[in-house]
């Protein structure tokens, strides 16, 4: 009605008008200038756009968009603070609780994860996520047991959530209960054939109860579904070097290096793999590699692969 009795009557719309069809403009501009950006993968700029928006106006889908934002730039503290402040405004806070538990897990902050997590089953006594990242809390803080009896109750709650039962086969091969374990693992892969998390912990437990040729295939097969998943060829190589199978086992690091060359392991691997065979320049060279991608292992291994000595020990390098 002020529109069109301002239309007829000649009269403007007031400063305060104005200034309010300013800042839905702007703040329009801002929002959806922020969404684009972020599907774009420009998070910086769509970090500056929600920002400027959310003082014009508080908008939630802003909010939950800027947390995003926040953790892929890596601003985890920025994400937590947003993500703790959204969990006192909204009226059902439970989404939030669990992005922030998430969040504390990138973090490794299992206190503050369980204690998110805690207050989202308070909110909501049935949601099969909370108790999930529950468990995981527990076990980041070493409650092996409680963690399976909360991760229990999320697989209860929701039979086909693989992410629980993987969790909870992590733990309990942790534990040396590999029977119940591959339980799990048989249940994930009868739903995603191709999970390769499930593939890569099922070949770890063959590898373990020295089932080798089981857990060979297992990480055959993960090279075969993902052949750029270098776990695959790091786990494969290892289990080829308790064997002595040590040129496959090299062969496949430089398969692993190829696909990065920048990983610190697979040079780690394949120094060792090579000094077991008698390469011991090799060896050496591999582990000089290995300390200029990761110069924090200079102290662990001390020259040294597995508590084998490469040479005489006359520096860090035993060169």
Same mark, same amino acid.
């Given at each position: 009605?002020?529109?069109?009795?301002?239309?007829?009557? *000649?009269?403007?719309?007031?400063?305060?008008?104005?200034?309010?069809?300013?800042? !839905?403009?702007?703040?329009?501009?801002?929002?959806?200038? *922020?969404?684009?950006?972020? &599907?774009?993968?420009?998070?910086?700029?769509?970090?500056?756009?929600?920002?400027?928006?959310?003082?014009? !106006?508080?908008?939630?889908?802003?909010?939950?968009?800027?947390?995003?934002?926040?953790?892929?730039?890596?601003?985890?503290?920025?994400?937590?603070?947003?993500?703790? !402040?959204?969990?006192?405004?909204?009226?059902?806070?439970?989404?939030?609780?669990?992005?922030?538990?998430?969040?504390?897990?990138?973090?490794?902050?299992?206190?503050?994860?369980?204690?998110?997590?805690?207050?989202?089953?308070?909110?909501?006594?049935?949601?099969?996520?909370?108790?999930?990242?529950?468990?995981?809390?527990?076990?980041?803080?070493?409650?092996?047991?409680?963690?399976?009896?909360?991760?229990?109750?999320?697989?209860?709650?929701?039979?086909?959530?693989?992410?629980? #039962?993987?969790? #909870?086969?992590?733990?309990?091969?942790?534990?040396? !209960?590999?029977?119940?374990?591959?339980?799990?693992?048989?249940?994930?892969?009868?739903?995603?054939?191709?999970? +390769?998390?499930?593939?890569?912990?099922?070949?770890?437990?063959?590898?373990?109860?020295?089932?080798?040729?089981?857990?060979?295939?297992?990480?055959? #097969?993960?090279?075969?579904?993902?052949?750029?998943?270098?776990?695959?060829?790091?786990?494969?190589?290892?289990?080829?070097?308790?064997?002595?199978?040590?040129?496959?086992?090299?062969?496949?690091?430089?398969?692993?290096?190829?696909?990065?060359?920048?990983?610190?392991?697979?040079?780690?691997? &394949?120094?060792?793999?090579?000094?077991?065979?008698?390469?011991?320049? *090799?060896?050496?060279?591999?582990?000089?590699?290995?300390?200029?991608?990761?110069? +924090?292992?200079?102290?662990?291994?001390?020259?040294?692969?597995?508590?084998?000595?490469?040479?005489?020990?006359?520096?860090?390098?035993?060169?």
């Amino acid at each position: 009605m002020g529109f069109f009795k301002s239309f007829f009557s *000649g009269e403007k719309d007031t400063p305060e008008m104005e200034k309010q069809k300013n800042d !839905q403009k702007n703040f329009d501009l801002f929002k959806y200038d *922020g969404i684009r950006a972020l &599907r774009m993968g420009r998070v910086p700029f769509a970090i500056k756009c929600f920002t400027e928006a959310l003082k014009i !106006q508080d908008d939630a889908e802003i909010r939950n968009n800027l947390v995003q934002a926040y953790i892929q730039s890596g601003n985890l503290d920025e994400a937590r603070q947003l993500l703790e !402040q959204m969990t006192t405004l909204e009226e059902n806070p439970t989404a939030s609780l669990l992005s922030l538990a998430s969040v504390c897990y990138m973090q490794e902050d299992y206190l503050a994860m369980a204690d998110a997590a805690q207050k989202a089953i308070a909110a909501e006594n049935e949601n099969a996520t909370a108790y999930y990242l529950l468990g995981k809390a527990l076990d980041g803080q070493g409650d092996s047991l409680m963690s399976i009896a909360h991760l229990t109750k999320a697989i209860a709650l929701k039979e086909d959530f693989t992410e629980a #039962r993987l969790k #909870r086969a992590e733990v309990l091969t942790k534990m040396h !209960q590999y029977t119940e374990a591959l339980e799990d693992i048989d249940s994930i892969l009868s739903q995603i054939p191709d999970a +390769e998390n499930a593939l890569l912990l099922c070949g770890k437990i063959k590898e373990a109860t020295k089932q080798l040729d089981a857990a060979e295939n297992c990480f055959k #097969r993960m090279a075969e579904i993902n052949p750029f998943n270098e776990q695959a060829y790091l786990c494969l190589g290892q289990l080829y070097i308790s064997q002595n199978r040590l040129t496959e086992a090299i062969d496949l690091f430089d398969e692993a290096i190829e696909l990065n060359p920048n990983s610190a392991k697979a040079y780690h691997e &394949r120094g060792h793999a090579k000094l077991l065979n008698g390469d011991k320049e *090799g060896a050496a060279e591999d582990l000089k590699k290995e300390l200029e991608l990761n110069p +924090e292992e200079i102290n662990a291994f001390n020259g040294q692969f597995n508590n084998q000595t490469i040479g005489r020990q006359t520096d860090v390098l035993g060169l």
